[in-house]
């Protein structure tokens, strides 16, 4: 089956210290992967996106994101973390390169930046 | 932000009620998107529409309906038969190879 996975719910780190967001993925042919952000009460904003290319990709806020074909992951990452980043953290991929009917989204991570 | 717009931002249904939810997007998108979440939860699809006219179920489409009579428009409404309606309600539209969001409508129970 067809899905996108986030194996932690939470995600603790301490304010200047890099961050990781990991994310696998299961989707068939080669995927398109993408990285949102949402603040409580608000919609998901687009960080950033994988579709081909260049396994690194640079997105908004200073994030980034490896692409692993090997390993079916897509981690998100952030060289020095800030408090403004405590969030929840989504990962998502739809099922085919020319299907955008549907998207399967991680179950969320929660960010949290102590200062 | 991708040009979409929600509204109300809070809205309150009475037992037996059908409530409609607005989403209007003014850059021409084609794909627009319905979806459900849930506290501590993922996004769920409720349904999708690829051009006027046409819309398709998603995962728990079962107790809304929508309507696509304009481009700009795709407003959902909850009707009574959902037993269960209390969630945000996000709506998305597809452009240039990315899925964007409006603010959501939090969709309460009176």
């Known amino acids: 089956a067809q899905s996108v996975a986030q194996p932690e719910d939470q995600v603790n780190v301490a304010e200047g210290n890099p961050l990781t967001v990991k994310c696998t993925y299961s989707v068939s042919g080669n995927p398109y992967l993408f990285w949102y952000v949402q603040y409580p009460n608000r919609g998901l904003q687009f960080l950033l996106k994988?579709?081909?290319?260049?396994?690194l990709v640079k997105g908004s806020y200073g994030f980034e994101a490896e692409f692993n074909k090997s390993q079916t992951s897509f981690h998100l990452k952030k060289p020095s973390a800030l408090v403004s980043d405590s969030a929840l953290y989504f990962c998502?991929?739809?099922?085919?390169?020319?299907?955008?009917?549907?998207?399967?989204f991680g179950s969320g991570t929660k960010l949290n930046v102590k200062p | 932000d991708g040009g979409i717009t929600q509204s109300p931002k809070y809205l309150f249904r009475k037992e037996g009620q059908n409530v409609t939810l607005s989403c209007e997007q003014n850059?021409?998108?084609?794909?627009m998107y319905w979806y459900r979440q849930d506290p501590g939860q993922g996004l769920r699809l409720i349904y999708y529409?690829?051009?006027?006219?046409?819309?398709q179920k998603g995962d728990i489409a079962e107790g809304y309906s929508v309507s696509r009579e304009k481009k700009e428009s795709f407003p959902l409404t909850v009707t009574s038969a959902q037993k269960n309606p209390t969630a945000f309600y996000l709506c998305a539209a597809w452009i240039q190879e990315t899925q964007y969001f409006g603010p959501g409508t939090r969709l309460l129970v009176l």
């Open positions: 850059l021409n998108h084609d794909a």
């Open positions: 994988y579709i081909t290319g260049d396994n």
């Open positions: 998502a991929a739809p099922p085919g390169v020319y299907n955008f009917n549907k998207f399967y």
């Open positions: 529409s690829q051009i006027v006219n046409d819309f």
